[in-house]
């Protein structure tokens, strides 16, 4: 297996744009994670999903934010508009059953300007 | 309201020597606990675990320890190699359907 597969892997855009990033889980495992990483709060998480279906999201930040799986290999984190404080390492990660032990992509670097 | 704390940023340790990774948590609710290592550029990557009817998990070179009464555990690696330096991010989770929350992260240094 691949692992968890991110993308993009950097990406960089301008105050205002929407941004994407997506990514794909380890084959079989059920449960996917959002993190963001700050320098101030380390791995913040942000939403995360049991069998495709979104169980918490209180970590997301604000309405600008949203997370979509709409199968079991493929997920989405969209920030729109996207604003510099948005600039952050963002990383998916998945697992078999829930918070276990989590396998965590590269992760998307993504600078606002 | 950071439930789970690594007061130290960063560790400095020489090579051979033993290195003490420190993390705290409030919810005395938590049922298991893991230290993630990450490197620059990259993911975290599972090192170790400990279940919350333990006190101490080994595996080789790494142990942790875990004091349920004060809310803290520890991470030990020894000997410390250059190869250890690394980000490590201690971690909880209240119940296996639930999330793992992060602490923020101890940079460690190992130098030759």
């Known amino acids: 297996d691949a692992g968890v597969i991110q993308s993009p892997r950097h990406e960089v855009t301008e105050m205002g744009q929407e941004v994407t990033l997506r990514c794909k889980p380890i084959?079989?495992?059920?449960?996917l994670f959002w993190y963001r990483q700050t320098m101030m709060r380390g791995l913040e998480l942000l939403i995360y999903?049991?069998?495709?279906?979104?169980?918490?999201d209180s970590g997301m930040p604000e309405d600008r934010f949203s997370a979509k799986m709409p199968n079991a290999s493929f997920s989405t984190l969209k920030i729109q508009p996207s604003e510099p404080r948005d600039s952050a390492v963002y990383f998916c990660?998945?697992?078999?059953?829930?918070?276990?032990?989590?396998?965590f992509g590269a992760g998307s670097r993504l600078t606002v300007l | 309201d950071q439930q789970v704390k690594q007061n130290s940023p960063s560790l400095s340790v020489q090579e051979g020597r033993i290195s003490i990774l420190n993390c705290d948590y409030t919810?005395?609710?938590?049922?298991?606990f893991l230290w993630y290592k990450k490197y620059p550029a990259e993911g975290p990557t599972f090192l170790i675990s400990?279940?919350?009817?333990?006190d101490k998990n080994e595996d080789g070179r790494f142990t942790v320890f875990l004091n349920k009464s004060a809310k803290h555990l520890s991470l030990h690696i020894v000997p410390s190699q250059p190869g250890d330096s690394a980000v490590y991010f201690c971690?909880?989770?209240?119940?296996?359907?639930?999330?793992?929350?992060f602490g923020q992260g101890t940079e460690l240094s190992v130098k030759p």
């Open positions: 990660a998945s697992s078999l059953g829930g918070a276990n032990v989590l396998t």
């Open positions: 084959s079989g495992h059920n449960s």
């Open positions: 999903f049991n069998n495709n279906v979104p169980i918490d």
């Open positions: 919810n005395s609710m938590f049922d298991y």
């Open positions: 400990i279940s919350s009817i333990k």
């Open positions: 971690a909880a989770r209240r119940n296996q359907g639930g999330k793992l929350i």
